[in-house]
């Protein structure tokens, strides 16, 4: 982890005839200029992944926020997810490829000792070591990493080959010594114990979006065909077009049948009225006939109150499932802008750190590092401006109030412009 530096509010006694007091020394804080450029470097790595990921989630809430259907086009945070739509031509993917080269230019050019590492990876010679490779030597990691991105777009030369059976029964053979081994077994069973890998937990996550996002579409489209062939009955209904099933035989009276009897019972008298009403309560004592009854009333009511909202009007909830849909995306779009402003606090918070250690160095009178700090403000000053300036015309689209950017960035310009002045009367 990066060491954790305090903001200072710089502050200073105005005696009459004193010097001014040296300020006091952040936690944290190098003692001689070399060991102060030397932990400078993993907080201005730390700062470079901040700007880039603030860039990343900024055009991520944009896309979001001026998308109309879907909610998530991109996994946040994964810079190198492309799906196949967004590559409709050969200059966008050549556009995609000179991004990412340019990160990887930028990260590179970071570079520190490869003893430390930046969010579970390291950078040893310039290069960009996997975080699946930091539990190996850094030389042996640095050899897989340049053979991993030497035969990243190379084409394997039995790509399409079906195995012959002579290959396929060496192949078991090998597998079935090898699973022999107790370095083999052991490596096993401690895979099988331990959780999910990040890089497992991206795939899971990934592929089960996917596959919820599918079913969501086919359940929406056989929904859409539902609710159109019921507002077409409904139409032909109001318009008089329905066609009626037609009436049944007609039954007519022959001249020898006997008269039928009619429906219609006599009225019953009290004494046999309260024959079976006896009867009924006596039925009603009983655990059995009591419990079916219950069961049977309570049937009745659900099937009742089924009927009643299928036969709601389909326009009421057709209406009804478009309000849901909206107000799910909208939490999207709320959920989305809230990361982008998180990781701008972050950036604002590095940036404090390092305007209060550009004071600490210009009262030591180090040039060096109060020039590789003032590249460092430069740089990630550029980066929030840009940031923020997208993030405007974000907070009117979402209807919600931003992060008070206006305030922040008098306060850190304050501060940096005091900085700089008391660095110089110093």
């Known amino acids: 982890m990066l060491p954790h530096v305090t903001t200072l509010t710089p502050g200073r006694v105005a005696t009459k005839g004193c010097a001014p007091a040296a300020p006091s020394r952040p936690r944290g804080l190098a003692e001689s200029p070399g060991t102060a450029r030397a932990s400078l470097r993993p907080l201005r790595l730390h700062v470079a992944s901040l700007s880039s990921e603030v860039t990343r989630r900024a055009s991520d809430a944009e896309e979001i926020a001026t998308s109309p259907n879907s909610p998530t086009h991109r996994t946040m ?15 966008a993917f050549e556009a995609i490829e000179a991004r990412r080269a340019g990160e990887r230019a930028s990260t590179a050019g970071a570079s520190w000792d490869e003893a430390e590492g930046v ?53 078991k053979a090998g597998t079935l010594e090898a699973m022999q081994r107790p370095e083999v077994k052991q490596k096993l ?5 331990g959780p999910h890998t990040e890089e497992a937990k991206l795939r899971i996550s990934s592929s089960m979006k996917a596959h919820h996002a599918k079913l969501r579409k086919q359940k929406g489209d056989l929904l859409a065909v539902k609710q159109s062939a019921q507002l077409k009955r409904e139409s032909e209904k109001e318009d008089g077009l329905a066609i009626h099933k037609p009436a049944g035989r007609q039954l007519t009276k022959s001249p ?17 009225r309260q024959k079976i009403s006896e009867a009924i309560r006596r039925k009603w ?17 659900e099937k009742r ?4 909202m299928a036969s709601a009007p389909a326009r009421e909830r057709a209406k009804s499932m478009k309000r849901l ?14 990361e982008v402003t998180e990781v701008v606090s972050r950036l604002e918070y590095e940036i404090n750190s390092l ?20 590249e460092v403000l430069e740089e990630a000053r550029g980066v929030l401006n840009q940031v923020k300036g997208l993030m405007k015309p974000l907070s009117r689209k979402l209807g919600s109030s931003g992060p008070n950017t206006n305030a922040s960035n008098s306060n850190g310009d304050a501060s940096a412009s005091k900085m700089r002045t008391d660095g110089n009367t110093v």
């Open 77 to 91: 945070g994964d810079a190198g997810a492309v799906e196949a739509e967004d590559l409709p031509s050969r200059s």
């Open 119 to 171: 969010e579970g990876g390291r950078v040893v010679e310039g290069v960009m070591i996997p975080e699946k490779y930091v539990d190996l030597p850094a030389k042996e990691a640095l050899r897989r990493a340049r053979i991993g991105a030497r035969n990243a777009r190379k084409v394997p030369w039995n790509k399409g080959r079906k195995a012959s059976a002579d290959l396929l029964a060496k192949i």
């Open 189 to 193: 069973s401690e895979r099988r114990r």
């Open 256 to 272: 020898g049948a006997p008269p039928q009897r009619s429906k219609r019972r006599k009225a019953m008298d009290v004494e046999q």
């Open 285 to 301: 004592g009983e655990p059995t006939y009591r419990d079916k009854m219950i069961r049977g009333i309570q049937a009745g009511q």
């Open 305 to 308: 109150l089924e009927t009643i």
């Open 325 to 338: 849909a909206e107000d799910e995306l909208e939490l999207e779009r709320q959920r989305k802008f809230k």
């Open 355 to 374: 305007e209060a250690q550009r004071f600490i160095h210009v009262a030591e009178k180090d040039a060096d590092t109060v020039v590789e700090i003032d």
